[in-house]
């Protein structure tokens, strides 16, 4: 069943590389670039990114004006959510074959400042990161239900080689047992959020019918009752009531019914370490997505701090969980709205 998007700006979806100006200069072949950077996922869609040209280079920034207080207090997804910007800017410009030297963090009085890319002459052509190029318009969130049936082991090694090749490490979560406990610390980080007002108002806020181009709208009819929470329940009964144990409910059954659930962690859990993660997150969706696979998101047990150490414990993770994923091959799900070209690049 295809669904539609009551509402949102779609338009940034229809890039295609036939518009790359071949013959322009390097910034402007950059620029194109950037249309592809922004169809990274973020956090509750805030895309917490802008792009700017400064001389001959291109710098990858955070807008902290798009954080997340309640759920993500020290920016720690928000920075992931630019490394998954970041890491499609890779994918593309190995695509367009546009030579690059990236220094992330360049200025340590500018902490906003993620990345720095340079244009050299000339430089290695990145083969396996151009692979990705085609999969980077495809890819979407998918909340709903996976298909009952088991992941191949290739394709299993596949996602942990991809994230490994960033630096970022994996615990795969297969089994029915360990995905019952995981689950159930879902659940229970669900009704913690859930019973804070203050992060039903935030996530009601990025839910609001009245955003289009950004925030994640209510899908329109069709979506199996228990999906999500966000087509579900509208913004204001979430931000009024507290629906906390319907949600975990869904949740934990979503994630005992996933056939694999994916932790990713890194060693060190600074600015560094978080961007690091969004470049290994989205180096394994893109991987995902050419496999005909999709992913979602069930990060609360992470965002819940007292959690995040029971988390890894549960999974015997050595660093620092970042992010919970399932995965998993499910029904096409509609695209997600972005913001304008012309708004995140200057
Ligand atoms: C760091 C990060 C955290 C996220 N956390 C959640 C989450 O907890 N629940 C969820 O449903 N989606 C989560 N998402 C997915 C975003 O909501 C999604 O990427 C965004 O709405 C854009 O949609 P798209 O991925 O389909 O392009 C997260 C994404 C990122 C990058």
């Known amino acids: 069943m295809e669904l539609t998007l009551s509402a949102g700006n779609l ?130 969130t998918n909340r709903g239900p996976f298909f009952a049936e088991d992941v191949p082991d290739a394709f299993v090694e596949r996602l942990r080689l991809a994230a490994e090749a960033e630096g970022v490490n994996v615990a795969l979560v297969r089994g029915l047992i360990a995905r019952a406990r995981v689950a159930a610390l879902i659940a229970e980080a669900d009704q913690r959020q859930f019973d804070d007002p203050r992060f039903r108002r935030e996530l009601a806020s990025w839910i609001h019918s009245s955003r289009s181009s950004d925030g994640m709208p209510s899908l329109s009819q069709g979506l199996p009752a228990l999906t999500d929470f966000t087509t579900k329940i509208a913004a204001m009964t979430i931000r009024t009531f507290d629906v ?50 999709s992913a979602s998101y069930l990060n609360q047990a992470i965002e819940v701090s007292e959690l995040r150490g029971r988390l890894a414990s549960e999974l015997q993770m050595t660093g620092y969980p970042q992010l919970l994923l399932r995965v998993g091959r499910g029904s096409a799900v509609p695209r997600s709205p972005r913001r304008p070209i012309a708004d995140v690049l200057w």
């Not at 869904?250 to 060693?267: C, D, G, M």
């Not at 600015?271 to 496999?291: F, P, S």
């Open 244 to 293: 906390g144990n319907g949600v975990a409910a869904a949740h934990e059954q979503l994630a005992r019914r996933s056939p694999l659930l994916v932790a990713l962690s890194t060693p060190m859990d600074n600015n560094e370490a978080w961007l690091t993660a969004g470049q290994g997150l989205q180096r394994l969706l893109l991987v995902a997505t050419k496999d005909g696979y």
């Open 11 to 140: 338009a940034a979806w229809s890039v295609e590389p036939s518009g790359f100006p071949a013959t322009g200069t390097t910034l402007e072949k950059a620029r194109y670039a950037v249309r592809y950077a922004i169809l990274a996922p973020s956090s509750h869609n805030t895309q917490p990114w802008h792009f700017v040209i400064n001389g001959e280079e291109l710098l990858v920034c955070a807008d902290r004006t798009r954080s997340l207080p309640n759920i993500d207090p020290f920016d720690r997804e928000l920075i992931i959510s630019c490394g998954a910007a970041l890491f499609n800017l890779r994918v593309a410009v190995a695509n367009f074959n546009i030579p690059v030297a990236i220094a992330t963090f360049p200025y340590s009085a500018e902490p906003d400042v993620m990345a720095r890319v340079t244009f050299p002459d000339s430089g290695p052509a990145l083969k396996d990161l151009a692979a990705l190029f085609d999969a980077i318009t495809k890819r979407a």
